[in-house]
């Protein structure tokens, strides 16, 4: 007597595969897809060679001006890769944050990714880790060829501050790329994000400091209000706690520098930490709203 026994079909490669805690298989495959795509694009070696190219002439300027090795260089040199890092590198993730959804839209491609059984926030995740990824890649290989230039002229002094100032920018760029995707789900056409996205930045750098100034002048701002809107300014609040981790003095950055040292001390950087955070978090939070509840057509 013949006995039948019942095969039970093999599971799906993808369901072999271990989901990272936090994120699921879908998020995690559109990241992989993503960074794919970004690391295949145009935009990533025009970025990366640009910051790399502009790193690297800071460094040897900085270096060449101080005149002396060690410390008073590589402090000449941070305060320049600082003021590069608020103009360059905001304009660069807001902008691929907000072509990234439009793109797609534009493209009609969000249509076909929308109706495979993901959900738009797994859609929205996978492209802000992908993302995340490139840039980071990007800015920390130009940091990287600027480091090579410091140990060369200057020696190894000074470096964990210069991973302190990576990790900032670094954080920076995640925050900055969050604003460009909230920018992204609002439009439908890539060329409106990124004049939108060009705007906001240009907003960001007018009101870290000639916007501040003019404001002190024009409203006769009190130091107090004028700190509150320097906090408020994600690029400003970057450039204050990049300046205390330098364990520089903030009287370099005006009244609201100063004010700022003498009234909260130690519990500045924890603040400013929190501000560029609370940008990034409410930013893509807000984006995933939008994203989910709006029709992608």
């Known amino acids: 007597m013949s006995t ?16 990272c805690p936090g994120f699921s298989r879908a998020t995690l495959a559109f990241a992989r897809r993503e960074l794919r795509d970004a690391v295949t694009s145009r935009w990533f070696p025009l970025y990366t060679i640009g910051f790399a ?39 660069m993730a807001m902008t691929a ?26 859609i929205l995740l996978g492209k802000f880790l992908g993302l995340s990824i490139a840039l980071c890649a990007s800015v920390c290989i130009g940091f990287s060829l600027s480091a090579a230039v410091l140990a060369w002229k200057a020696g190894g002094t000074g470096v964990g501050s210069f991973l302190m100032l990576v990790a900032m920018t670094c954080l920076l760029t995640v925050v900055m790329l969050s604003v460009g995707l909230l920018i992204s789900v609002c439009t439908r056409k890539a060329s409106v994000a990124t004049g939108v996205a060009v705007f906001t930045w240009l907003a960001f750098v007018f009101l870290s400091d000639l916007g501040l100034m003019a404001g002190t002048i024009v409203f006769k701002l009190r130091v107090q209000e004028l700190f509150t809107l320097a906090m408020l300014n994600p690029i400003q609040a970057y450039k204050m706690s990049v300046v205390n981790g330098l364990n520089a003095s903030l009287d370099v950055l005006g009244p609201a520098g100063a004010y700022a ?26 984006a995933s709203v939008i994203f989910t509840r709006k029709s992608p057509a």
């Open 53 to 91: 190219v502009l790193a690297m002439a800071t460094s040897f300027m900085a270096l060449a001006g101080s005149g002396s090795m060690g410390f008073a260089g590589f402090g000449r040199t941070a305060a320049g890769l600082l003021n590069l890092v608020m103009l360059i590198v905001p304009l």
């Open 4 to 19: 039948l026994t019942a095969t039970a079909p093999a599971p799906p490669a993808a369901a072999l595969v271990p989901a």
């Open 261 to 286: 040292s003498r009234h909260y001390g130690s519990a500045l950087p924890w603040m400013l930490l929190g501000v560029l955070t609370a940008w990034g978090a409410l930013s893509l939070t807000l």
């Open 97 to 122: 944050g907000a072509t990234s959804i439009a793109g797609e839209r534009e493209r009609g491609t969000l249509l076909y990714l929308l109706a495979q059984p993901v959900s738009p926030r797994e």
